[in-house]
């Protein structure tokens, strides 16, 4: 049944992450297959979200800089997994300037290669160490079932690739990133709980040694995979040859890590915060915190509505007035609440005649008739409860779908509906395989109390340790 | 003769720049031919005059959004004069996802083509005017003499497009972006002064009716584009059918505009502010405004250079503490001064015991010993001038390179240095091409006042009109 403009999650998540996309003008599938038009609105959430980013990456010491999308085919090869996994995703230009191209060019999937061959160049002495880079970019990687934000053939993002002298040091580093940056992210700003922990062999990215994530529980129960830092050991730097020489003198391959977070987390939001009435967002990522919505075109409300969006701005919130009153006071209600702005003020006539007017808290769809006067002051606590509820509402949501079990047929059965928590040691060798056939995977291995296993080596060996946790789940 | 640590503007200006370019660690050359990297340094400044363009685009009213990379190779012929233009200069993907693709997709060189396609579905009425989009993107244009920030194969920039209801609101708009947006960075902002006015046929965007643009001029006396607003009339909105209904129910076309500038502007920045030296910053756009150097490793000099990078900092500066004492201070010195730090403090044990520090100004190269105590307080009123002499340095030099001329063949003369002025009706039918004979182009016509010739239609005719000056000269 639907309740609001959209169908409702129970009836048809899919359908219903559709239509919010759709409806709250986020964004549009492209005309070559799997590509995706960012609207303004996605587009402003995107903004919030690398801005916050953004300044944790650099608070980690990392500078920004921009490589080429384009890529040698060649380097590509260089490093033997790393090809394997993104060989069949790859867009390749073979034409060029109205010829054919002597080697063609692959458009970047992500740019572990071409960063490296300059890495190669740059670094030599441990002076140059840690050498730690960041660009926001976008790549491109061939959809076969494209999703808008969440699989699509090109995105934008942010990935990171650092040097270090040591292989504690690359850890570390990974694990801050992990940690300060993207956790902080999700967790503080976007009011996304996530799992952190790392994958299994069989999950990890094509060239690393390990691969950290953040696994968030979406509304359908479902995971995804919201950000990753990789440790790459001295896989890249033996295959470009970035050497630097230590403070005895003696040459070495550097340690390397890389990590990246994208326009997936905007995905993230819809179907981590959404409910049946549309998106939900938290006022730190909303480019529209309050809006200011005129009834009608009267004098007086138009004076009580830019006098109240003068005082919030003065307040520093992000505000906007809603004056389109050839439109019908219900449709635009209805596309601010699909929009998931946090607070709406209504102004009409009749209250406004008594010094009243409506507020609207949107994530728990709370109506108040307020005296105009007190709506100013009233604005910045309704903000300040919108993230912190959000939070424990997903984080409590989680818990109601997350079981402890002790055998894979277990795992399986509560897999289906949400995450099964299952010591490796019950996993058995054939359990991953098991679970694929399920649908299932291993989204992230953690400790009993859910800490990341940083002491493990980065060897295969550890992922199956019978003291680690397997989180249990489907996902996107 | 070398003056610095590189060679002199006056002896080899192309060398010069590159040598700028590349000791200054701004960019490098990409693997694939005409590609760019851009270091750190480099985009540090991007992301200063990306902030900079970005808040003035959004306060006339632009949205960001994001289209995609991959445009269908089709889109590109709907609209004669620009698919003409833009052929020569293509990347096309033939192959993705390991198969042949049944139609190829070009690498977007500009998005006019992909962005009017969705201005197609999402314009219906009259209400949907104004329709006001910005992004900040990579394009691709195969480039056969490529040269870094100034002519990539790929490069950055932001690309504006609307639409609008009447030719006079498009008009009127794309000379606000010129104004308020373009030439305000680069004058107020990048302190480099820029005549305005708008193209000759011959010169103009392919598919405009008419193309305003910022011209520079740069340390060696050529001319440099660094930014154009165009008006494409109904050219578009015909080719993609982008129509609404007007308050009176009939069905028109819209009339547009586009508008863009890029990280050419960094290679504007550097040719047209620096020295023989090295680069010169305005503090606006420097990623480091001081730099505190540390010239021994002793307590007491890292505990006062310590202290002013606090004090400068609470200032609200832009500071780093260079303490590699391990690398000789001569060397770092000489390589601040071709980042083209505003302001460099150096404090050694022999000054310090005296309580004194030595502040150097970069862009005048004057060098203060001054009382530790003062240089807190003599940063601000320091940085404060910096922009404002380069502004009227670099307006010097343009005006004292830059003759009012009568015939053709003094244009021709004076354009080998700078800039000619002229007034059309002397240029001849043939004008055009026979200062093309000689490497030579009409910049920008303007009416004899400096001013923009904004009456005149944006028909041919008006472009040859006797009252109008053809600024000449050679160009990059």
Known sequence: MTKGAIVSRDEDFPRWYQEVVARAEMADNGPVRGTMVIRPWGYGIWELLQAELDRRIKEAGAENAYFPLFIPESFLSLEAEHVEGFSPELAVVTHAGGKKLEEPVVVRPTS????????????????????????????????????????????LWQEGHTAHAKEDEARAYALLILRDVYRATMVDVAALPVLTGHKTARERFAGATRTWTCEGMMGDGKALQMGTSHELGQNFSRAFGITYTNAEGVLDHVWQTSWGASTRLIGALVMGQGDDFGLRLPPALAPVQVVVLMIKEEPAVRAAAEALVTELRAGGHRVRLDDRTETSFGRRSVDWELKGVPVRVEIGPRDLAEGRVTVV?????????????????????ILSRVGPELLEEATKARQERTVDVDTLE??????????????????????????AAHALSIRCLQRPDGGL???DGADDGADDGADLIAVVGRSY
């Open 410 to 435: 277990e795992a399986i059965e509560a897999g289906a509906n949400g995450f099964a928590r299952i010591r490796t040691g019950a996993l058995g060798s054939d359990g991953e395989d098991r679970l």
């Open 361 to 381: 808290t949107r994530h728990i769809r709370q109506k108040e008739n307020l005296d105009l006067r007190a709506v100013g002051v009233a604005v910045g606590p």
């Open 112 to 155: 572990e290669t071409v960063i490296n061959h300059f890495f190669a160049k740059w670094i030599q002495s441990h002076r140059d160490l840690p050498l730690l880079v960041n660009q926001w970019a976008n790549v491109v990687r061939w959809e076969l079932r494209p999703r808008l934000f969440l699989r699509t053939t090109e995105f």
């Open 453 to 455: 296993a940083e002491d």
